[in-house]
């Protein structure tokens, strides 16, 4: 996209139509929602990956995107080489830099059953 | 997760499943495939920051644009949204974001 990093987070934070639909979506479940300033617990980091075959960890609150290693053309996200080089390698940082035990949760964004 | 995705333009045909196991082969079978993003979930914790400021010391700020960038990425400016900010970044890379529709509000962004 055209927009350098700055200028996305700008248009992000100033789209109505985004805001909206995350204030409703946030207000739906059983769980109150927080104000944008109430220090939260919960990180997403996602995995992907490119044209190129390569799988990026894409973390909002780094740097910049981070290129994690080369895949085939015929693996996704899920497959073994793509789990050990991103989610596998990200636990076991974690757990080096004296993590222990990491409660965490892994969502794929795949087909629908219907 | 899911609804929220397709408010936002992403076609229905994708939905967001659990995955109740990386190890286990039965479990892993349940989600359909091919997979176009994965999303971690887990709460900050000083050992996440201490890894990300380690990692991140030695980066320079990302400045990139333009048709040449491999992945779309977006810094989290907004906070409480790092929800939002996996969801925009499942959706506008890999195989999700052909399955972008023309109008909604996800394709401002992507």
Redesign the interface.
């Known amino acids: ?6 200028a ?6 100033n ?1 109505p ?2 805001a909206s ?2 204030e ?2 946030a207000a ?1 479940g059983d769980t109150a929602a ?1 104000s ?3 220090s ?13 075959n ?1 799988l ?1 960890e ?10 994690r290693g080369q895949l085939t053309e015929e693996d ?3 497959s073994d080489k ?2 050990q080089l ?3 390698a ?1 636990l076991k ?2 757990e080096e ?3 222990g035990d ?12 219907d | ?5 397709h ?2 333009g992403l076609s ?8 109740y196991s ?1 190890d286990d082969p039965s479990l ?1 079978a349940f ?15 000083k ?2 920051e ?3 400021e ?3 010391s030695s ?8 048709a040449e ?23 506008c ?4 974001k052909e399955q972008i529709g023309n109008d ?2 996800a394709t ?3």
């Open positions: 996209m055209p927009l350098e990093p700055e996305r987070s700008r248009l992000l934070e789209t139509t985004i639909a995350h409703a979506a739906q927080l944008a300033t109430a939260v617990d919960l990180h997403f980091v996602a995995f992907v990956k490119s044209a190129q390569n990026w894409l973390d909002g609150r780094r740097k910049g995107p981070l290129k996704d996200v899920l793509a789990v991103g989610v596998k990200f940082r974690e830099a004296g993590g990491l409660r965490f949760s892994l969502l794929a964004l795949a087909p629908s059953f | 997760m899911t609804s929220l995705v408010k936002l229905s045909t994708l939905a967001f499943h659990d995955v990386l892993l989600v359909p495939r091919p997979v176009a993003a994965l999303l971690l979930v887990f709460p900050v914790s050992t996440y201490t890894t990300r380690a990692e991140d980066l320079k700020d990302y400045a990139g644009s333009g960038e491999e992945v779309l990425w977006f810094r989290q400016t907004i906070g409480n949204a790092c929800g939002m900010m996996g969801l925009l970044h499942s959706a890379n890999g195989g999700a909604p509000p401002m962004a992507c």
